[in-house]
């Protein structure tokens, strides 16, 4: 009685310690997926900011190009203006200026001679007033007040480049596309996404802003650190999507993202969820390829996935190299070509007992 009570102790102090230790992969689970989070978050804001910082530097060069642009244009077209305008004044001006000062040499030359002897007058005087009676020219007026030039700015167009300056850039929460869930597959792990703004009566294809989905994965060490080189494993309108060719037991972090609208913009990156496979690849045992006699019966191909038979006439159980395969998993056999058939052919299903 006294080692059943033992036993039975033992037992139970058994049991809580696998409880404990599936509770402490939980809280250990649970503390990945927030530091998961956490980084996803950080790596979201970091990124909006530089988007923000570079979008308004590529905007304030724009607009700085398109004023400048502006300023020359009109500077441009006054100084074409004061040349068209000024050179006829300038002409006109010139040959005032020579005309007074021929005029006022005449004058001088005029005065002059009324100082002279009447001798000298009366030999000179009829030259002198053929030379004083000259031509007058009327020249045209100059413009007046309303025919210079004047530029206008109008307030409401600087208002409306102030609103449009306001209106740049909208702050919007569009991560809303998370991964949903990770199933372990052989080597692979099946990974389903959604998106949290679809209604109960909304699907993938009656949501017509989604374009394509692309999904990203990178290893993961054994204290959740990612290492930041994420690969793109697949792009398009499904929902989920079949990651293969992973190592069992190894830790894959998973983040998706949608293309939204009509632009073909990417959306924000989903929060990272880690996932694991402790399945192998499903081989085929090289051993069971061998006969008694060491002669093989089964080729091999394809990674080991695919077998061929080399004798039809031989029969021989050819078994995976691993359990992996569980109950609830789907086990899908295709049978590619078919010969003649043998006694011995078929297809089989055991249960491995541990």
């Not at 007058?136 to 206008?152: E, N």
């Not at 480049?161 to 372990?184: F, H, K, R, Y």
């Not at 293309?259 to 051993?287: A, C, M, Y």
Request: with cysteine.
């Amino acid at each position: 009685m006294e080692e059943e009570d033992v036993m039975n102790t033992r037992l139970a102090i058994k049991e809580s310690l696998r409880k404990l230790d599936e509770y402490t992969s939980y809280l250990r689970s649970r503390l990945t997926d927030i530091k998961s989070t956490r980084e996803g978050v950080k790596n979201s804001i970091s990124e909006a900011r530089t988007e923000v910082e570079e979008r308004f530097k590529e905007i304030k060069q724009e607009i700085e190009h398109v004023l400048e642009a502006r300023q020359r244009g009109i500077l441009a077209t006054i100084g074409e203006i004061e040349r068209k305008d000024l050179d006829p004044l300038t002409n006109l001006e010139e040959k005032i200026n020579g005309e007074l000062d021929k005029t006022v040499k005449l004058v001088e030359k005029g005065n002059s001679s009324l100082d002279e002897d009447d001798a000298t007058l009366l030999s000179e005087g009829k030259n002198l007033q053929k030379e004083l009676q000259i031509s007058t020219t009327r020249y045209p007026d100059t413009p007046c007040i309303s025919q210079t030039l004047s530029v206008a700015f109008s307030d409401s167009h600087t208002q409306s480049v102030i609103d449009a300056v306001n209106s740049v850039g909208e702050i919007s929460m569009t991560g809303s596309l998370q991964v949903a869930e990770l199933l372990e597959h052989p080597g692979a792990i099946l990974v389903q996404w959604y998106d949290e703004t679809y209604s109960d009566s909304e699907s993938i294809t009656d949501y017509s802003g989604v374009q394509e989905y692309m999904l990203q994965y990178c290893r993961t060490d054994n204290k959740g650190n990612c290492d930041s080189v994420f690969s793109t494993v697949y792009c398009g309108e499904e929902s989920s999507h079949l990651v293969a060719d992973l190592e069992p037991h190894v830790s894959y972090t998973f983040r998706v993202c949608g293309r939204f609208g009509n632009e073909g913009k990417w959306g924000s990156w989903s929060i990272p969820r880690n996932g694991i496979t402790t399945l192998d690849q499903h081989e085929w045992s090289v051993e069971d390829c061998l006969n008694q006699n060491k002669l093989a019966v089964y080729q091999l191909s394809n990674r080991r996935k695919t077998a061929t038979k080399v004798f039809p006439d031989c029969s021989k159980v050819l078994r995976s190299r691993t359990m992996s395969y569980r109950l609830d998993t789907t086990l899908v056999l295709k049978i590619d070509e078919t010969g003649d058939p043998s006694n011995g052919d078929g297809i089989g299903l055991t249960n491995c007992v541990v």
